[in-house]
Nanobody, 117 residues
Framework: VQLVESGGGLVQPGGSLRLSCAAS????????MSWYRQAPGKERELVAG????????NYADSVKGRFTISRDNAKNTVYLQMNSLKSEDTAVYYC???????????WGQGTQVTVSS
């Protein structure tokens, strides 16, 4: 099982980034996919989630209206489009795949997002 995140980096406040998470080694379209983040000195928190077929999404209040999660089951990839970025969005972003938790619960290695002028 592999979850490989990409797309992180340094961006100015108000800017945009698109994170990608490429999955392999499991039946992707059975899994609920999520993005989490962890800022220095803070606990990991849920940012956004999308159902296995992509028909249902949920977001943390802090990112509603700015972030969009989506998935392409043909490409085994989940995305997080992040707009209007703020300094408080700075964190390591992790991709998560879950199915009948806690039986099947996988994590990527994380990608750093830094929002700074």
């Amino acid at each position: 099982v592999q979850l490989v995140e990409s797309g992180g980096g340094l961006v100015q406040p108000g800017g945009s980034l698109r994170l990608s998470c490429a999955a392999s080694g499991f039946t992707f379209n059975n899994y609920h996919m999520s993005w989490y983040r962890q800022a220095p000195g803070k606990e990991r928190e849920l940012v956004a989630g999308v159902s296995s077929a992509g028909g249902s999404t949920n977001y943390a209040d802090s990112v509603k209206g700015r972030f969009t999660i989506s998935r392409d089951n043909a490409k085994n990839t989940v995305y997080l489009q992040m707009n209007s970025l703020k300094s408080e969005d700075t964190a390591v972003y992790y991709c998560n795949a879950g199915y009948k938790r806690p039986l099947y619960d996988y994590w990527g290695q994380g990608t750093q997002v830094t929002v700074s002028s």
